[in-house]
C-alpha cells in the first residue's frame, strides 16, 4: 500500500466542491483544482518522488473534466469509463484512493446558480434545471463508486467545511468503517446520502394512537407500543443479521462511511425507534472490530 492518502472530490456542480478543497487544503492537504483524470497517474507518480514531503493530497473532477476532453469525437460515457479504469488500476497499484461525492437537491443547485449568475457547464442553451439533471445522469457511475456520498443540501459553508474535516479526521484515525443510522420521514424526502435503505411503514403507526401522537420515537412509550409486534422483533433482528453480513463486502470495497437510512411517514415515531433499537444491538460488536457508529434523526423535530 502506497503512503499517499488521496482523496478524488466529484459530486454536481454547485455542490460545494469548492468549499470541500479549501476546508481540506486548511488541514494540509496538497490541492489541485479540476486536474483531468488521464494526468492523474503521473501527478500521483510524481508526488510518491517526493521524499514523504507531499503525504496528503485532494484532487477535484467534475463534468468540466468531461466537457473539455481532448477527444471530442469520444462519447462522455466513454470518457467515465477511462476514468473508471484509471481508478480501478490505480488501486490495484497500491493508492488508496477515496472517492468523496458531493450531492445536491434540484431546487438547492438551481437557488445556488441564481443567486450567484453563474451558468450551468451543461446548460449550453437550454435550462438551468437540464443542466442539472444531464449532469446526474453522467455523473451516475462515479456517485456509485463512491467511498462516502454527502448531500450538502442543508449545509451551509461554515458546516460543510466542518463536515469534510471530520470525514478526513475519522479516516486518517484508522477507523474502518464509520456507519451513520440514520432516521427519516418519507414525507419529506428520500434522504440522497443513504447506501442502505428500509421502510417501516409497515409496522403499526403510533400517529393513530391519541396517547402516543404526540410524542417522539425515543419516548418510552412509543418505543414499548412499536416493540410489541411480533414483526416489529423480526424485522429487527433480519435487519441486523442483513446488516452484519454485508460490513465485510463494504470494508473490502475500501468505503470508510455507510448511511443505513430507515424511513417511516412522518419520521417521529417508527423509524426513531428502529433506528436506535438497530444502533443498542450493533454497537458493541461494531466497537469490537473498529468500527465507528452515529445515529441522527432528520426529522424528529418537524411536524
Known amino acids: 500500500m502506497k503512503s499517499l492518502r488521496v482523496i478524488l472530490i466529484s459530486g454536481l456542480s454547485g455542490s460545494g466542491k469548492t468549499t470541500a478543497i479549501k476546508a481540506l487544503e486548511d488541514i494540509g492537504f496538497y490541492c489541485v483544482d479540476n486536474l483531468p483524470i488521464l494526468l492523474l497517474p503521473k501527478f500521483l507518480e510524481l508526488c510518491g518522488q517526493s521524499g514523504g514531503k507531499i503525504s496528503k493530497i ?88 463512491a467511498n462516502q456520498v454527502i448531500d450538502t443540501s442543508l449545509f451551509n459553508v461554515h458546516e460543510l467545511k466542518e463536515k469534510i474535516q471530520q470525514y478526513v479526521q475519522e479516516g486518517s484515525q484508522g477507523v474502518h468503517l464509520t456507519v451513520t443510522l440514520l432516521s427519516f420521514g418519507y414525507s419529506f424526502g428520500v434522504p440522497y446520502e443513504a447506501d442502505l435503505l428500509f421502510d417501516v411503514r ?53 468505503r470508510t462511511h455507510l448511511t443505513i437510512a430507515v424511513g417511516c411517514t412522518g419520521g417521529r415515531h417508527r423509524s426513531i425507534v428502529m433506528v436506535n433499537r438497530l444502533a443498542e444491538m450493533l454497537r458493541d460488536e461494531m466497537a469490537q472490530k473498529g468500527m465507528l457508529l452515529s445515529v441522527r434523526h432528520r426529522d424528529a423535530e418537524r411536524g
Not at 473539455?68 to 462522455?76: C, G, I, L, M, V
Not at 472517492?99 to 438551481?110: A, E, N, T
Not at 391519541?210 to 425515543?218: F, V
Open 58 to 145: 485532494a484532487v477535484v473532477e467534475d463534468i468540466r473534466d468531461a466537457v473539455s476532453h481532448p477527444f471530442p469525437e469520444r462519447e462522455e460515457t466513454d470518457f467515465f469509463e477511462d476514468s473508471r479504469k484509471i481508478i480501478e488500476d490505480l488501486r490495484k497499484e497500491g493508492y488508496p484512493i477515496e472517492i468523496l461525492f458531493l450531492d445536491s437537491s434540484d431546487p438547492i443547485l438551481m437557488r445556488r446558480f441564481s443567486e450567484t449568475r453563474r451558468q450551468h457547464p451543461l446548460a449550453l442553451g437550454g435550462s438551468i434545471l437540464e443542466g442539472i439533471r444531464l449532469e446526474k445522469e453522467r455523473l451516475e457511475g462515479v456517485r456509485d463508486m
Open 202 to 254: 409497515f409496522l403499526p403507526n403510533p400517529y393513530f394512537v391519541d396517547e402516543l401522537k404526540r410524542l417522539r420515537g425515543d419516548d418510552p412509550k412509543v418505543e414499548e407500543y412499536i416493540l410489541q409486534w411480533e414483526e416489529t422483533r423480526e424485522f429487527l433482528t433480519r435487519t441486523r443479521e442483513f446488516v452484519r453480513f454485508l460490513f465485510p463486502f463494504y470494508l473490502r470495497e475500501r
